[in-house]
T-cell receptor, first 114, second 112 residues
Framework: DTGVSQNPRHKITKRGQNVTFRCDPI?????LYWYRQTLGQGPEFLTY????????KSRLLSDRFSAERPKGSFSTLEIQRTEQGDSAMYLC????????????FGPGTRLTVL | DAKTTQPPSMDCAEGRAANLPCNHS???????VYWYRQIHSQGPQYIIH???NNETNEMASLIITEDRKSSTLILPHATLRDTAVYYC?????????????FGKGTLLTVNP
């Protein structure tokens, strides 16, 4: 257990529906990342927060995706009008301001779009 | 960021040392080598990192060649629970975003 929790762990939805995932990080760690992982591939970077500021977004993050981190605490990732191609594992990672970069990953939310 | 090359899969007998290679021939002088692993259905887990010198912690050892173009992760006594995908990642120090760029990694299967 890394101390990073994600909810829900599994989500099945129909194409066109909106979904929201939540990540609760380690409280004292300022940096928060979202990654997406499809079958057989390594995780791919989606977006990054330092405290409440969203500082970088990947090209993978289309207009249908939005992420927030109010007050620099938990974070949410919302996907609007889901498509079958959105089916993947969505991972949240948390990192402190230490001299080296150890990211603590949550268990992920597995999204299946039917 | 420098790209890394890893074999897609390796096997190891339980109790034996597992040596996982990684090629990073385009690494820059200030870029670190990091290793993470991902056990099935879990998030990735940090293992170890290094710059030039060999490193050891409670999980593994990291051997980096003198020219820094390749490295080897060593699990000294592999157990069945070490079966996972192992990722070698090169990242620069400093900056405000330490996003990890994962490749496909090496699937290590530890056999009884």
């Amino acid at each position: 257990d890394t101390g990073v929790s994600q909810n829900p762990r599994h989500k099945i939805t129909k194409r066109g529906q909106n979904v929201t995932f939540r990540c609760d990080p380690i409280s004292e760690h300022n940096r928060l990342y979202w990654y997406r992982q499809t079958l057989g591939q390594g995780p791919e970077f989606l977006t990054y927060f330092q405290n409440e500021a969203q500082l970088e977004k990947s090209r993978l993050l289309s207009d249908r995706f939005s992420a927030e981190r109010p007050k620099g605490s938990f974070s949410t990732l919302e996907i609007q009008r889901t498509e079958q191609g959105d089916s993947a594992m969505y991972l949240c990672a948390n990192e402190g301001l230490a001299a080296y970069n150890e990211q603590f990953f949550g268990p992920g939310t597995r999204l299946t779009v039917l | 960021d420098a790209k890394t090359t890893q074999p897609p899969s390796m096997d190891c007998a339980e109790g034996r040392a597992a040596n996982l290679p990684c090629n990073h021939s385009t690494i820059s002088g200030n870029e670190y080598v990091y290793w993470y692993r991902q056990i099935h259905s879990q998030g990735p887990q940090y293992i170890i990192h290094g710059l030039k010198n060999n490193e050891t912690n409670e999980m593994a050892s990291l051997i980096i060649t003198e020219d820094r173009k390749s490295s080897t992760l060593i699990l000294p006594h592999a157990t069945l629970r070490d079966t996972a995908v192992y990722y070698c990642i090169v990242i620069p120090p400093g900056g405000s975003n330490y996003k990890l760029t994962f490749g496909k990694g090496t699937l290590l299967t530890v056999n009884p």
